[in-house]
């Protein structure tokens, strides 16, 4: 075997064993399936021209393996005023550190917002904290409501 051909079997034996080692260090993310509880981390505030801060608020539906999200109930208390989530189910995805809510959708003293929200999380499994932050969300209905209200919430997710 000439010493061109020896390098050349060298180099390409190194090279698979590198694209093995690679391949087999780098697992595909999957979530474990399953139901989550949402629950409010801290305060939300909605600020529609007036904040209002909930002190309460839970979510609660399915994740599949790939991160989407059915969000099938939602709660929130503790605003002084009452708020009514709409318009469930919500859909969503936890997918690269991007958390997201579509279809999102609330109703304060006959004002109407809704739209989608997108924040951020760390982790790769439940649990993790989704923070979503300074979100603006349209108004859908409404006489003399603001065209927009903004959003800003932290919910730590977990199997349940």
Excluded: H
Excluded at 97 to 124: E, Q, R, S
Excluded at 154 to 159: G, T
Aim: hydrophobic share 40%.
């Amino acid at each position: 075997m000439s010493r061109t051909t020896k390098l050349a079997t060298i180099a390409s034996a190194s090279a698979a064993a590198a694209l093995a080692l690679a391949v087999t260090a780098t697992p595909a993310l999957a979530w474990t399936a399953g139901n989550f509880t949402a629950t409010l981390n801290g305060t939300m505030t909605i600020d529609a021209g007036v904040s209002a801060s909930c002190t309460s608020s839970t979510l609660k539906g399915a994740i599949a393996s790939d991160g989407t999200l059915s969000i099938t109930s939602a709660t929130v208390d503790g605003c002084g005023v009452t708020v009514t989530p709409k318009a469930l189910p919500w859909s969503g995805k936890l997918d690269n550190g991007v958390a997201t809510i579509n279809g999102f959708a609330m109703d304060a003293i006959g004002c109407t917002y809704g739209g989608n929200l997108t924040g951020g999380f760390t982790g790769t499994d439940l649990p993790v904290t989704a923070t979503f932050a300074n979100q603006t969300v349209n108004r859908t209905s409404g006489l003399f409501c603001p065209a927009s209200a903004t959003i800003t919430a932290k919910y730590d997710f977990a199997a349940s």
